[in-house]
């Protein structure tokens, strides 16, 4: 255990009542211990009375607060702030007290040690016990203190290590106490209570990585536009809300907004409010030493180039370092080409380093003090990485930032068993992305279960240095972020198996309990879902308009979420509604309504090349869809009054690079003019021909008990007289859904067989539908097989479909085991192997392996796609690989990245495909020399593979985005050989 979080002993009467607290919380030893009842499951606060438990708020009176005068500014700020906080919860005024010592009643007492004289009396008289904060970093205790102070009854005490400590202490209180730290940025109210306590006992908390903060970027025109409506601009009043939020989501970074912006030149009471508050500033990955790129543009003189200008660089960064004087900062150092872009080409590491020792000289001569005093951070952004890699020589003493590839995949971590470094290791991850293969802005894409995946990786292998993410324009990545913080603070609290739990308790913490539930669900279902694609790279044939019934089941699948998440909201306090728009109805009502505005234009241009009388009605469709995504946005902007007012301003719809487009452009709809008479048109599932015109056989997917219960035929008009029409089927074990009727545009017929009655073996069945004319002969493929011996995974449809942790056996080795994500993954959840800094493995034997049982009908060539999480090769550039055999045959090892794929370039196809598809594909070719049940096993090679999906092919099959649907799988042994 590296965490954080100390507790100490439970009190042997409470041991003997068998209570069980999970959390933080315990009971200390002083006072009437044998009496104390902590909180129900370790919470901080509840609301009913019980021995031990301090009144936080009884009979609607609060507990007054007292913390002394000469702690610093920062902590007096967030104590006057939790004053504000329980007092809109208790509903009325509370004390605060800066001088004077308690004297009545229960108190909180907040201050930091060797700054507050009081909490010093408390831990000189051995009241507080300091174990495990004192000369920690950002470390704090909550204790309950029986009869601190004459008339005093009952205190809980906060004392921090340290200034963030302390305020992190305090801003714990507040969001136990109910006080949301999304209160004002995303407006969810704070629930009156009449009665609150304070579990007894003691409760240390410390955060595993250093420094854990954001950075806004890419924030034109919503958050910019915003903030200039409602501040002014991004200025100091701006930016203390931001170091609120940052602060009581237990933060302390922030790299500001630099489109055109400047945190120091812009308003230079924010930087100073910064330190003031306890926030640390640094910037961004391309601006040293504290200058904002734009600040360049103003105030530079010649050529953003060292080889040619260097003394006039040198100079405009002293002035950063100056200007920066005492305030708490991290410094960026290094450089790279002017806007962010690449140094010229054949820039040498030896120029590199020469910079960043320049720079160091400047901050030591500016500072006074050897430069490794002041933090300092290079950020291995792009090519950067690449000289690095290449021995580009790093001070010890300064932290390497690692980067992902913009996407959510990081590209590179220290080696586990590299020597420790002074400045040690950091990750700079991505929720919002300018660049190829297409900027992403608008709404929230990224799952948290992806988030603990790759950080999970930084941390085991040593970053914890600094964890900073690029948020965009801040909302509406609140969900994300909050994960992103929480687990930054704390990644012991958080292991792969509680992942289900964060979005429910996220969702208590801004609704209550009593929707939590489906809350949770909601919010864990719409970023699957949105994480597949991003809105900006979606078209209208992202998903299969023809195979597997695809695009219909994603257009189904998020109407049916957004069904649910409206009944929800209607449920709901009027209180809550704006902020359940904000974080959970509009980022589903959005995402479905753009989900199916692409799969109405896919439809309308199948049907216009079909010459489908339907075709005008689906443009139509999706013209409405179109200006729906306004209304939407109208929604959104008009909250509160008009709070959030162009907050939803990205576009996403028109892209045709990786730039946005100045406005949404409507996709292009096919129209189509019809004759007066009417012409009957026949298609079949999993084809866009369409018949008597196709030359081609009209054949259907075939059907299996081991399939879809059914497939199903369009009869279509393409004109504007209306039809009868008659399906006849070639056996009375095959039934039509409507064997007759009338046609004005279109209909769809489903037929489907009754297997008691159907034959067994393979035959085809003719359908004959005849129309205004016309007669079309469907074939129907029917599969009876005999049921005998049939287990595990069926094949039907020339595919077997499976499911990561759907395996029957998982082999561990000695110190290697495999970790079911749930939910993580573009279908369902994902298998990876433990831990991550792992040896490679050799396959084969009773190595690491999954099984999984499958049946198939043929003997012959297969072909095995293996679907995975779009990670890289964390430690070199060679790729991840990882092995797949057959029963007992000896295993294929294969690398799961394409040639360019582990390139994250504009230029390398591979790479964007990946990306973009956020999920990797690798195949590999074996043959099954007998029908019937095999085992297909999947070898780990190396650490960091995250496997989501398996499909073995026996056939050719119809292209689709997320592969064919699971298989059934019949039950068997427990376990395959």
Same mark, same amino acid.
């Given at each position: 255990?590296?965490?954080?979080?100390?507790?100490?002993?439970?009190?042997?009467?409470?041991?003997?009542?068998?209570?069980?607290?999970?959390?933080?919380?315990?009971?200390?030893?002083?006072?009437?211990?044998?009496?104390?009842?902590?909180?129900?499951?370790?919470?901080?606060?509840?609301?009913?009375?019980?021995?031990?438990?301090?009144?936080?708020?009884?009979?609607?009176?609060?507990?007054?607060?007292?913390?002394?005068?000469?702690?610093?500014?920062?902590?007096?700020?967030?104590?006057?702030?939790?004053?504000?906080?329980?007092?809109?919860?208790?509903?009325?005024?509370?004390?605060?007290?800066?001088?004077?010592?308690?004297?009545?009643?229960?108190?909180?007492?907040?201050?930091?040690?060797?700054?507050? %004289?009081?909490?010093?009396?408390?831990?000189?008289?051995?009241?507080?016990?300091?174990?495990?904060?004192?000369?920690?970093?950002? %470390?704090?205790?909550?204790?309950?203190?029986?009869?601190?102070?004459?008339?005093?009854?009952?205190?809980?005490?906060?004392?921090?290590?340290?200034?963030?400590?302390?305020?992190?202490? &305090?801003?714990?209180?507040?969001?136990?106490?109910?006080?949301?730290?999304?209160?004002?940025?995303?407006?969810?109210?704070?629930?009156?209570?009449?009665?609150?306590?304070?579990?007894?006992?003691?409760?240390?908390?410390?955060?595993?990585?250093?420094?854990?903060?954001?950075?806004?970027?890419?924030?034109?025109?919503?958050?910019?536009?915003?903030?200039?409506?409602?501040?002014?601009?991004?200025?100091?009043?701006?930016?203390?809300?931001?170091?609120?939020?940052?602060?009581?989501?237990?933060?302390?970074?922030?790299?500001?907004?630099?489109?055109?912006?400047?945190?120091?030149?812009?308003?230079?009471?924010?930087?100073?409010?910064?330190?003031?508050?306890? &926030?640390?500033?640094?910037?961004?990955?391309?601006?040293?030493?504290?200058?904002?790129?734009?600040?360049?543009?103003?105030?530079?003189?010649?050529?953003?180039?060292?080889?040619?200008?260097?003394?006039?660089?040198?100079?405009?960064?002293?002035?950063?370092?100056?200007?920066?004087?005492?305030?708490?900062?991290?410094?960026?150092?290094?450089?790279?080409?002017?806007?962010?872009?690449?140094?010229?080409?054949?820039?040498?590491? @030896?120029?590199?380093?020469?910079?960043?020792?320049?720079?160091?000289?400047?901050?030591?001569?500016?500072?006074?003090?050897?430069?490794?005093?002041?933090?300092?951070?290079?950020?291995?952004?792009?090519?950067?990485?690449?000289?690095? @890699?290449?021995?580009?020589?790093?001070?010890?003493?300064?932290?390497?930032?690692?980067?992902?590839?913009?996407?959510?995949?990081?590209?590179?971590?220290?080696?586990?068993?590299?020597?420790?470094?002074?400045?040690?290791?950091?990750?700079?991850?991505?929720?919002?992305?300018?660049?190829?293969?297409?900027?992403?802005?608008?709404?929230?894409?990224?799952?948290?279960?992806?988030?603990?995946?790759?950080?999970?990786?930084?941390?085991?292998?040593?970053?914890?240095?600094?964890?900073?993410?690029?948020?965009?324009?801040?909302?509406?990545?609140?969900?994300?972020?909050?994960?992103?913080?929480?687990?930054?603070?704390?990644?012991?609290?958080?292991?792969?198996?509680?992942?289900?739990?964060?979005?429910?308790?996220?969702?208590?913490?801004?609704?209550?309990?009593?929707?939590?539930?489906?809350?949770?669900?909601?919010?864990?279902?719409?970023?699957?879902?949105?994480?597949?694609?991003?809105?900006?790279?979606?078209?209208?044939?992202?998903?299969?308009?023809?195979?597997?019934?695809?695009?219909?089941?994603?257009?189904?699948?998020?109407?049916?979420?957004?069904?649910?998440?409206?009944?929800?909201?209607?449920?709901?306090?009027? %209180?809550?509604?704006?902020?359940?728009?904000?974080?959970?109805?509009?980022?589903?009502?959005?995402?479905?309504?753009?989900?199916?505005?692409?799969?109405?234009?896919?439809?309308?241009?199948?049907?216009?090349?079909?010459?489908?009388?339907?075709?005008?009605?689906?443009?139509?469709? %999706?013209?409405?869809?179109?200006?729906?995504?306004?209304?939407?946005?109208?929604?959104?902007?008009?909250?509160?009054?008009?709070?959030?007012?162009?907050?939803?301003?990205?576009?996403?719809?028109?892209?045709?690079?990786?730039?946005?487009?100045? $406005?949404?452009?409507?996709?292009?709809?096919? *129209? !189509?003019?019809?004759?007066? #008479?009417?012409?009957?048109?026949?298609?079949?599932?999993?084809?866009?021909?369409?018949?008597?015109?196709?030359?081609?056989?009209?054949?259907?997917?075939?059907?299996?008990?081991?399939?879809?219960?059914?497939?199903?035929?369009?009869?279509?008009?393409?004109?504007?007289?209306?039809?009868?029409?008659?399906?006849?089927?070639?056996?009375?074990?095959?039934?039509?859904?409507?064997?007759?009727?009338?046609?004005?545009?279109?209909?769809?017929?489903?037929?489907?067989?009754?297997?008691?009655?159907?034959?067994?073996?393979?035959?085809?069945?003719?359908?004959?539908? *005849?129309?205004?004319?016309?007669?079309?002969?469907?074939?129907?493929?029917?599969?009876?097989?005999?049921?005998?011996?049939?287990?595990?995974?069926?094949?039907?449809?020339?595919?077997?479909?499976?499911?990561?942790?759907?395996?029957?056996?998982?082999?561990?080795?000695?110190?290697?085991?495999?970790?079911?994500?749930?939910?993580?993954?573009?279908?369902?959840? #994902?298998?990876?192997?433990?831990?991550?800094?792992?040896?490679?493995?050799?396959?084969?034997?009773?190595?690491?392996?999954?099984?999984?049982?499958?049946?198939?009908?043929?003997?012959?060539?297969?072909?095995?796609?293996?679907?995975?999480?779009?990670?890289?090769?964390?430690?070199?550039?060679?790729?991840?690989?990882?092995? &797949?055999?057959?029963?007992?045959?000896?295993?294929?090892?294969?690398?799961?990245?394409?040639?360019?794929?582990?390139?994250?370039?504009?230029?390398?196809?591979?790479?964007?495909?990946? &990306?973009?598809?956020?999920?990797?594909?690798?195949?590999?070719?074996?043959?099954?020399?007998?029908?019937? $049940?095999? !085992?297909?096993?999947?070898?780990?090679?190396?650490?960091?593979?995250?496997?989501?999906?398996?499909?073995?092919?026996?056939?050719?099959?119809?292209?689709?985005?997320?592969?064919?649907?699971?298989?059934?799988? !019949?039950?068997?042994?427990?376990?395959?050989?």
């Amino acid at each position: 255990m590296t965490h954080r979080r100390a507790l100490a002993g439970w009190s042997l009467a409470l041991a003997l009542l068998g209570a069980a607290c999970t959390g933080p919380a315990s009971v200390s030893s002083r006072g009437p211990a044998a009496l104390a009842q902590p909180c129900p499951d370790g919470a901080l606060v509840c609301t009913e009375a019980s021995p031990g438990r301090l009144a936080l708020i009884a009979d609607g009176q609060p507990a007054a607060l007292h913390a002394d005068a000469s702690d610093d500014a920062g902590v007096l700020r967030a104590v006057r702030n939790l004053q504000s906080d329980l007092g809109r919860v208790a509903g009325g005024s509370v004390a605060l007290e800066l001088e004077a010592l308690p004297s009545s009643g229960p108190a909180v007492i907040v201050g930091t040690l060797g700054q507050s %004289a009081l909490v010093d009396r408390l831990v000189a008289e051995g009241k507080v016990d300091t174990t495990g904060v004192s000369g920690r970093w950002e %470390a704090f205790v909550q204790q309950t203190v029986e009869a601190p102070f004459p008339g005093v009854d009952r205190a809980l005490v906060i004392a921090g290590s340290d200034r963030r400590g302390t305020i992190f202490g &305090v801003y714990d209180l507040a969001e136990a106490m109910g006080v949301s730290p999304w209160h004002y940025w995303a407006d969810v109210p704070v629930q009156p209570q009449a009665a609150l306590y304070v579990s007894p006992g003691r409760r240390v908390e410390r955060p595993a990585v250093r420094y854990r903060g954001i950075f806004l970027n890419d924030e034109e025109p919503a958050l910019g536009t915003w903030a200039r409506e409602t501040y002014g601009g991004l200025n100091a009043a701006f930016y203390e809300d931001v170091f609120d939020l940052i602060l009581r989501l237990k933060g302390n970074y922030l790299w500001p907004a630099m489109w055109g912006k400047s945190i120091y030149d812009d308003d230079p009471a924010a930087p100073e409010l910064a330190h003031e508050m306890g &926030v640390v500033l640094g910037t961004s990955h391309h601006e040293p030493l504290s200058r904002a790129h734009v600040e360049w543009e103003r105030y530079g003189d010649g050529a953003w180039n060292y080889e040619t200008n260097a003394d006039a660089l040198q100079a405009f960064w002293r002035t950063g370092i100056e200007r920066m004087g005492d305030n708490e900062s991290l410094v960026t150092v290094g450089m790279r080409g002017d806007g962010d872009e690449a140094m010229s080409e054949g820039t040498a590491i @030896d120029l590199l380093e020469t910079i960043v020792a320049d720079q160091r000289d400047i901050i030591a001569d500016v500072t006074g003090q050897p430069a490794e005093e002041t933090p300092q951070v290079w950020a291995l952004y792009k090519e950067v990485q690449d000289y690095y @890699d290449q021995g580009m020589e790093v001070p010890d003493d300064v932290t390497l930032l690692f980067a992902d590839d913009n996407w959510g995949n990081i590209r590179r971590l220290p080696d586990p068993d590299a020597a420790p470094r002074a400045g040690g290791y950091g990750v700079y991850y991505h929720f919002d992305y300018v660049g190829a293969p297409r900027s992403y802005k608008w709404i929230n894409k990224t799952q948290i279960e992806r988030v603990w995946e790759q950080m999970h990786m930084a941390y085991e292998h040593g970053a914890r240095e600094i964890w900073v993410v690029n948020v965009g324009d801040l909302k509406p990545m609140e969900y994300p972020i909050s994960f992103f913080l929480d687990y930054a603070w704390d990644p012991d609290a958080w292991p792969a198996e509680r992942l289900p739990e964060y979005p429910r308790q996220w969702a208590v913490k801004q609704f209550g309990e009593a929707h939590a539930d489906e809350i949770g669900r909601l919010l864990q279902t719409y970023t699957r879902f949105n994480s597949r694609r991003t809105a900006e790279l979606l078209t209208p044939t992202t998903y299969s308009l023809t195979g597997y019934r695809e695009a219909e089941r994603v257009v189904d699948d998020y109407n049916a979420l957004l069904t649910d998440a409206e009944r929800v909201g209607e449920q709901l306090p009027a %209180a809550h509604q704006d902020a359940y728009f904000q974080l959970v109805l509009h980022p589903i009502v959005a995402s479905a309504n753009i989900s199916e505005l692409y799969a109405t234009v896919g439809l309308n241009r199948l049907y216009g090349a079909q010459g489908r009388a339907a075709t005008n009605a689906l443009a139509d469709r %999706a013209r409405q869809l179109f200006e729906r995504d306004d209304a939407i946005d109208a929604q959104y902007h008009a909250l509160g009054g008009g709070k959030w007012n162009h907050m939803m301003s990205q576009v996403r719809i028109g892209y045709t690079s990786w730039n946005d487009p100045p $406005e949404d452009v409507m996709p292009e709809v096919e *129209t !189509v003019r019809l004759g007066d #008479a009417a012409e009957m048109g026949v298609a079949v599932e999993g084809s866009s021909g369409w018949w008597p015109e196709a030359d081609a056989e009209a054949v259907l997917p075939e059907l299996s008990p081991y399939g879809p219960d059914d497939v199903y035929v369009e009869v279509f008009n393409r004109g504007t007289a209306p039809f009868r029409y008659t399906v006849e089927t070639g056996a009375d074990w095959l039934t039509a859904s409507e064997p007759a009727g009338e046609v004005d545009q279109q209909t769809r017929i489903y037929l489907s067989a009754d297997w008691d009655a159907a034959p067994d073996g393979r035959q085809r069945v003719p359908v004959t539908i *005849t129309g205004a004319g016309r007669t079309v002969t469907v074939q129907v493929p029917v599969f009876n097989p005999s049921p005998a011996g049939i287990t595990g995974f069926v094949e039907s449809n020339g595919f077997v479909s499976i499911e990561a942790p759907h395996f029957d056996r998982a082999v561990v080795g000695d110190e290697i085991s495999w970790q079911v994500i749930p939910g993580l993954g573009r279908t369902l959840s #994902a298998v990876t192997p433990m831990p991550t800094t792992a040896d490679a493995q050799t396959p084969g034997g009773d190595s690491p392996h999954l099984a999984y049982r499958i049946y198939v009908h043929e003997a012959g060539e297969v072909e095995v796609a293996a679907t995975f999480s779009p990670s890289f090769d964390t430690q070199g550039p060679d790729g991840l690989r990882y092995a &797949v055999s057959f029963d007992d045959a000896p295993p294929q090892t294969l690398v799961m990245h394409d040639e360019g794929s582990m390139l994250p370039d504009v230029y390398h196809a591979d790479w964007s495909r990946m &990306v973009s598809d956020n999920a990797q594909t690798s195949t590999s070719t074996h043959v099954l020399d007998t029908p019937g $049940e095999h !085992v297909l096993r999947f070898w780990m090679v190396d650490p960091g593979v995250v496997l989501q999906k398996l499909v073995v092919a026996t056939d050719d099959l119809p292209p689709s985005y997320l592969g064919p649907p699971e298989s059934p799988r !019949v039950p068997g042994p427990t376990a395959a050989r």
